[in-house]
């Protein structure tokens, strides 16, 4: 099992991005999803959840701001950032259920300038 991670970049404060996570390998199930960020210097925290039923879960500096989703048919979690604030720059990190284990993404970068 895979999670390839894109979308990332450098953006304005303000602007929007998506990220992407595509799962591949040999898949039986998915369960919960969610993105985390890690920024220079700093802990690893979460951003957002999606549970098998689409209930969702966000951290307090992004509600109303970020909305996670998820496509299972294309086995993809995605991330839409919206009103970003240089706050937010990090590296981006998908962490997904697969099979009953939980499998993390490489790191995508996203970079809010003032």
């Known amino acids: 099992v895979q999670l390839q991670a894109s979308g990332g970049g450098l953006v304005q404060a303000g602007g929007s991005l998506r990220l992407s996570c595509v799962i591949s390998?040999?898949?039986?199930?998915?369960?919960?999803a969610g993105w985390y960020r890690q920024a220079p210097g700093q802990q690893r925290e979460l951003v957002a959840q999606?549970?098998?039923?689409?209930?969702?879960n966000y951290g307090d500096s992004v509600k109303g701001r970020f909305t996670i989703s998820r496509d299972n048919a294309k086995k993809t979690v995605y991330l839409q950032m919206n009103s970003l604030k240089p706050e937010d720059t990090g590296a981006y990190y998908c962490?997904?259920?697969?099979?009953?284990?939980?499998?993390w993404g490489q790191g995508t970068e996203v970079t809010v300038s003032s």
């Open positions: 999606i549970f098998v039923g689409g209930i969702t």
């Open positions: 962490n997904v259920g697969v099979n009953y284990r939980h499998y």
């Open positions: 390998g040999s898949i039986r199930s998915i369960g919960a």
